[in-house]
């Protein structure tokens, strides 16, 4: 157990609709970091947040944004959804910018 | 934006040494190197990090060439329980903003 809680585990939506992905960071990590890992393209880096703010943005679609709130908590909300975008979302975190990342045990989206 | 590229695959006997590569030829100043294992629907575990030389652990040994192109994980006396995907991440872990770049990942099937 890693530390990192993300929720739900599972989730099954329809073309269209829109999604928050939840997830809890480590007690006293203050970087959140997703990531999306799909068959096609691997673990693609999404982004970045340090202490409620954002750090760094990587292949992140238009239709995806994300946030960290004061208790540093952090969703990810996925919106006009495409069946390409089923895949598994992890969640990471660390002390600071400069340390070994905690994965969550990933939600498993997938768009019918 | 660093781009990395692993072995796809590569096979070993129980108590064997395993060296995996990861080819960043595009790597940044300030980019660190981190190595992750990750098994079947679970998040990515990590292994080791280093910036440059030598890094050891309990568990591994990452070796970074001057130009620091490429990288090399070594698993010293393999076990079956090693089977699992292994990652590279080459990315900035400082204040600034930067990418994280995950590679291709290598997967290593231990055998007796």
């Known amino acids: 157990d890693s530390g990192v809680t993300q929720t739900p585990k599972h989730l099954i939506t329809a073309t269209g609709q829109r999604v928050t992905l939840r997830c809890s960071p480590r007690?006293?990590?203050?970087?959140v970091y997703w990531y999306q890992q799909s068959l096609d393209q691997g673990l693609q880096f999404l982004i970045h947040?340090?202490?409620?703010?954002?750090?760094a943005k990587g292949n992140i679609l238009e239709r995806f944004s994300a946030q960290q709130f004061p208790d540093l908590h952090s969703e990810l909300n996925l919106s006009s959804l495409e069946l390409g975008d089923s895949a598994l979302y992890f969640c990471?975190?660390?002390?600071?910018?400069?340390?070994?990342?905690?994965f969550g045990p990933g939600t498993r989206l997938t768009v019918l | 934006l660093a781009k990395t590229t692993q072995p796809v695959s590569m096979d070993s006997y129980e108590g064997q040494e395993v060296n995996i590569t990861c080819s960043h030829n595009?790597?940044?100043?300030?980019?660190?190197i981190t190595w992750y294992q990750q098994f079947p629907s679970q998040g990515p575990r990590f292994i080791i990090q280093?910036?440059?030389t030598k890094v050891t652990n309990e568990v591994a040994s990452l070796f970074i060439p001057a130009d620091r192109k490429s990288s090399t994980l070594s698993l010293p006396r393999v076990s079956l329980s090693d089977t699992a995907v292994y990652y590279c991440?080459?990315?900035?872990?400082?204040?600034?903003?930067?990418?994280?770049?995950f590679g291709t990942g290598t997967r290593l099937q231990v055998t007796l």
């Open positions: 007690s006293g990590d203050l970087s």
């Open positions: 947040y340090y202490n409620g703010e954002e750090r």
């Open positions: 595009n790597i940044a100043t300030n980019d660190y």
């Open positions: 280093g910036y440059k």
């Open positions: 990471a975190s660390s002390v600071d910018n400069h340390n070994e990342q905690f």
């Open positions: 991440l080459v990315g900035l872990n400082t204040g600034t903003a930067s990418k994280l770049t």
